[in-house]
């Protein structure tokens, strides 16, 4: 089955909209509205959303060695979530940030202010 297009290679989130009756093509507009949604984060037209995956990065040469966390995530990793949840975006005091995990070493993250969106 092709749930958009024939030979198209998609996601499950442009899968799931085609499947509803929502163009893809038209209406879709990245995959964090869905992660941010799905760990709970409310959403309007308004704001931006993204999907954060906590990785693994060398210390001494500043590359991702791993793109995902280990098992020991929720010990330092929730913690960090609470510190940057509701931050104020520096320079843009009426900017801030929405972080919420939503499994594993993934977070939904939402930028709320204003002039965000077209």
């Known amino acids: 089955m092709?749930?958009?297009?024939?030979?198209?290679?998609?996601?499950?989130?442009?899968?799931?909209?085609?499947?509803?009756?929502?163009?893809?093509?038209?209406?879709?507009?990245?995959?964090?509205s869905f992660e941010s949604i799905g760990s709970g984060i409310p959403m309007d037209n308004t704001e931006i959303a993204f999907k954060c995956n906590f990785a693994h990065m060398n210390p001494e040469t500043r590359v991702v060695e791993k793109r995902r966390v280990d098992r020991e995530f929720p010990k330092w990793g929730l913690p960090l979530i609470d510190v940057l949840n509701g931050m104020e975006v520096p320079g843009y005091p009426k900017h801030h940030i929405t972080v919420v995990h939503a499994t594993e070493h993934r977070c939904g993250v939402k930028l709320s202010g204003p002039n965000l969106t077209d």
């Open 2 to 32: 092709d749930p958009v297009e024939t030979g198209l290679a998609c996601g499950s989130d442009t899968a799931h909209m085609n499947i509803f009756g929502y163009n893809p093509f038209k209406f879709y507009r990245g995959r964090g």
